[in-house]
């Protein structure tokens, strides 16, 4: 049997400055950049005109725009005709989606594709929704979907749950080991010969533990539930367990003359299991997308895309990426700020409250809520909304401009009496607090930043992640994250 695994690469949500018609970051089509200016894939010919060359070693890699921490690559990987093209657009106040096309061609024992990942070391995750387009749906044989592969070597082990062209239905396609041939199933001469879950408009979702991997495919809600129905058990055979392996989205085209666009949602990749100190729930893209939380050395590396918080003075919506835990009772929350890359000035990185299951398909973009975040160009802050609705800013309460990186930062949630309520009523008081690092790196002196008076009701609290810019992502590092009951600071200021 031969499988063959071609790439259109597309879509996962990127944000590029788009009303409307959408916007292009630096896409490749036959080595042509759509912004004008020339990539890898074309150089001057001796008579000054311009012609397709074989690129140079190494060049078949590309970067996403990201300044830092463990970057989202891009790469074409095996045999390939015209360089993969990526395409970042968005929806007015939405980080859209990311179009890759590719002409890349393979056979069962050697993979052509164009592959968007991001590596993580020991057991994650990658969670994505393919959205095929209208464009060559009737050809079954095109694929989009979910990848994890061993290495960019084109007979890696691999696993590609990937919907069929015709947006109905898919399969899943994997190679057990390095060199061994790649094999789809359900097969064609099975009846159904295709997985009815695995289509256009699903989640797909693979988790490794170890060697093996778990498959779902489902609404966004099922797949964020760990006991949610697994479509699919495998087991791969690596060369080094240890070694990073490679997690993100890819998509397959029959025909290298008529590449297949595809577009993502919400691709997501996670490592927090690994580490029982960064035991979160998570990541969720609210209103983004390429939302990553990478926990290693003890630290956790969150990354997030984003569009600016209040875009539409009169249509205000939140886009971020979050990690976090879900309860009714009092709780307090501190972490430290290691670091967060400027390259987005008004990114903003923090710990925040949201009435909102983290659970839920919807998170809520305009949720009630208050958060303590840090931003390169406005310092600290907390941001509130008291009660929910799209018309309602998420507005900074206090601001303190002159703090940045490396700081902790604190949000305590209680539920306190209501003053002078004749039926003994109860609301909840977010209260935040931040403090310089003493030279172990732990709080020293707690100052309370602002407090945000909110009803009641079960919420999210966690860390979140935005660029607040659709041109490129931010990255931050935080470490020591504690999680308990609220304590007040001691008189004195010092930490509780």
């Known amino acids: 049997m031969t499988t063959t695994i071609r790439t259109t690469f597309a879509g996962l949500i990127l944000a590029v400055a788009a009303c409307g018609g959408g916007g292009t970051a630096t896409v490749r089509d036959a080595g042509k950049r759509v912004d004008g200016g ?12 311009t012609q397709d060359v074989p690129p140079p070693p190494g060049a078949e890699e590309l970067l996403l725009p990201h300044p830092g921490g463990e970057p989202w690559k891009a790469t074409d990987i095996g045999t ?10 968005t929806a007015p106040l939405d980080v859209q989606s990311v179009f890759v096309t590719s002409t890349a061609t393979g056979t069962d024992k050697a993979d052509g594709a164009s592959f968007l990942y991001r590596p993580l070391r020991g057991d994650g995750q990658v ?37 069929g062209g015709d947006g109905a239905a898919g399969n899943i396609i ?76 890819a998509a397959s085209a029959v025909d290298p003359k008529a590449p297949f666009p595809c577009e993502f949602a919400g691709v997501q990749v996670d490592n927090l299991g690994v580490d029982p100190a960064w035991s979160l729930a998570g990541p969720v893209d609210v209103g983004t997308s390429l939302g990553a939380a990478v926990v290693s050395g003890g630290k956790l590396v969150l990354t997030s895309w984003g569009m600016p918080w209040t875009a539409d ?5 939140e886009s971020f990426t979050f990690v976090g835990v879900t309860g009714t009772g009092d709780l307090s929350m501190a972490v430290r700020l290691d670091s967060i890359d400027g390259r987005a000035p008004d990114a903003r990185v923090g710990l925040m409250y949201r009435q909102s299951d983290i659970l839920a398909a919807n998170f809520g973009r305009s949720a009630i809520g208050a958060s303590i975040s840090v931003s390169p160009k406005a310092g ?3 941001h509130a909304r008291t009660s929910g609705g799209m018309d309602i800013a998420y507005s900074a309460r206090a601001t303190n401009a002159d703090i940045k990186p490396p700081v902790w930062l604190r949000l305590d949630k209680a539920t306190v009496p209501v003053p ?47 660029s607040a810019s659709s041109m490129s992502l931010t ?4 470490g020591d994250l504690t999680i308990g009951k609220p304590v007040a600071p001691s008189p004195d200021g010092g930490a509780p």
């Open 80 to 89: 390939f005709g015209a360089r993969a093209v990526f395409k970042l657009n």
């Open 174 to 249: 994997y190679r057990k080991s390095k060199g061994a041939a790649a094999v789809t199933f359900p097969t064609k001469e099975e009846t159904p010969s295709r997985l009815t879950a695995v289509r256009s408009g699903q989640w797909f979702r693979v988790r490794r533990a170890g060697s093996r991997f778990f498959v779902y495919a489902g609404g966004r809600g099922v797949l964020t539930n760990e006991d949610a129905p697994v479509i699919a058990t495998l087991d791969l055979t690596l060369a080094d367990p240890a070694a990073e392996m490679l997690y993100g989205v």
């Open 38 to 49: 020339q990539s890898e894939g074309r150089r001057p010919a001796p008579d000054g005109s």
């Open 475 to 478: 990255t931050a590092a935080l």
């Open 127 to 163: 969670m994505a929704m393919p959205r095929l387009l209208p464009v060559m749906r009737d050809v079954i044989d095109n694929r989009g979907g979910v990848m994890v592969r061993e290495s960019l070597a084109p007979d890696a082990a691999m696993i590609f749950v990937a919907a």
């Open 380 to 382: 600290l802050q907390h």
């Open 420 to 466: 002078q309520s004749p039926i003994g009523g109860r609301q909840t008081a977010i209260t935040t607090y931040f403090s310089p690092p003493d030279a172990n790196g732990r709080p020293t002196t707690w100052t309370r930043l602002a407090e945000s008076v909110i009803g009641p009701a079960n919420a999210a609290i966690g860390i979140f992640a935005t």
């Open 313 to 317: 003075p009169n249509f205000h919506r």
